[in-house]
């Protein structure tokens, strides 16, 4: 069985667009590296998911809290 190992993130003094970029990102490497065993979780973030996700005329102009 192989090692497993957790990295957890604390951040501390980022804007609100900073901390949006850093969790579409993260989810994007979530859904890229899961077929290589690799579980990324990003409890309480869905809203800002689902609006980094939208395209067009459904996007905001503003990113969610």
């Known amino acids: 069985m192989g090692m497993s190992r957790k990295i957890t993130l604390n951040i501390k003094g980022e804007s609100r667009k900073q901390y949006t970029t850093l969790i579409l990102e ?3 490497m979530a859904k890229k590296w899961n077929k290589f065993g690799v579980n ?19 996007a905001q102009t503003e990113a969610p809290n």
């Open 40 to 58: 990324i979780k990003l409890p309480g973030q869905e809203k800002i998911i689902k609006w980094g996700q939208k395209t067009g005329k459904d």
């Open 26 to 28: 993260l989810n994007i």
